[in-house]
């Protein structure tokens, strides 16, 4: 399965990276560049391996899904650029290369960030998404809510107020508005787009969050015990900046418990569907195992 897993993510990560450089708009030089810069950095694209994946669930493939998980990736490329600005986590490398405020500036990060999010809507509601225009519209509501105000952006809100006094209910309230919401939305997206039923959306959504829980706390334990270089940003950032984690919350073996029971919390939503939902499951155990 491991093997199977890693073939199809690459050959989604090749898809959406073709899909984003086919649908990036024409724009002034400077603008352009900067959003092929943020866009097309290398990444894992595990957001958009999950629309992928879980529309294959129903059945359902092609450009139309790989444009919605392209949108999901802009999405997620844009709040990239705009966290590493110096007035929120101020970073200056991400993905093994110089942040785009430091490769370019910041006004044209800033703007680079606000274009990427506007040609995510521009792509879900496109024609060539979906024939039913319903399914589009669905698309985009969900996608505003979990990438908005009730989402990640209001995750990051309360991320950059929070401190160090947060406690683990805190902790974890931010965290599943700040990274679990767009995987959220990425389980749910390839519902919608695969027509599945009300119940089988549901068990997707719950994926999708347990899901986020695993990488946000196998970020944190990356941010505490990993190399910078081999995660491609620099690491001890959240001790540095008194961030409230399950890490610091809990400790080193705390939190690789809180990462194991989310795992086990994903898989277990996908046991309905059976073997057919096994690279989903070996998604969640791949997000795991990257600080085993």
């Known amino acids: 399965m491991a093997d199977e ?11 959406v990276v073709a899909t984003l450089a086919a649908l990036l708009p024409e724009a002034p030089a400077r603008l352009a560049e900067a959003m092929r810069y943020a866009v097309l950095a290398p990444g894992k694209r595990l957001r958009p391996f999950v629309v992928i994946e879980t529309a294959r669930l129903f059945g359902k493939e ?11 990736e802009c999405i997620h490329c844009y709040s990239l650029v705009h ?37 995510a809507f521009a792509i879900v509601t496109g024609k060539f998404t979906d024939d039913d225009p319903a399914v589009r519209c669905t698309i985009a509501d969900a996608l505003a809510h979990f990438a908005g105000a009730g989402g990640m952006v209001g995750g990051q809100t309360l991320d950059m107020a929070g401190g160090a006094d947060m ?42 969050e347990a899901l986020g829980v695993a990488f946000q706390v196998a970020d944190d334990l990356i941010d505490a015990t990993g190399d910078a270089a081999a995660a491609g940003k620099a690491t001890a950032k959240d001790a540095a900046k008194g961030k409230a984690t399950l890490v610091k919350l809990r400790g080193v073996d705390g939190a690789r418990a809180a990462l194991a029971q989310a795992l086990d919390e994903a898989v277990a939503a996908l046991e309905p569907f059976g073997a057919r939902a096994a690279v989903l499951a070996e998604t969640a155990r791949f997000v795991a195992a990257q600080v085993s």
């Open 167 to 208: 406690n683990e209910m805190a902790v974890r309230a931010m965290q599943a508005m700040k990274t679990g919401a767009l995987f959220r939305f990425a389980a749910e997206a390839g519902a919608i787009l695969g027509r599945a039923s009300a119940a089988d959306r549901a068990r997707l959504a719950r994926y999708g």
């Open 5 to 15: 897993f890693a073939g199809r993510l690459k050959t989604a990560q090749e898809t």
């Open 83 to 119: 966290d590493d600005l110096p007035a929120m986590d101020d970073d200056d490398v991400r993905r093994g290369q110089p942040t785009v405020h430091k490769a370019f500036d910041e006004a044209t990060a800033i703007l680079a960030g606000d274009a990427l999010l506007t040609l």
């Open 62 to 72: 092609g450009a139309g899904v790989a444009r919605v998980a392209a949108a999901v």
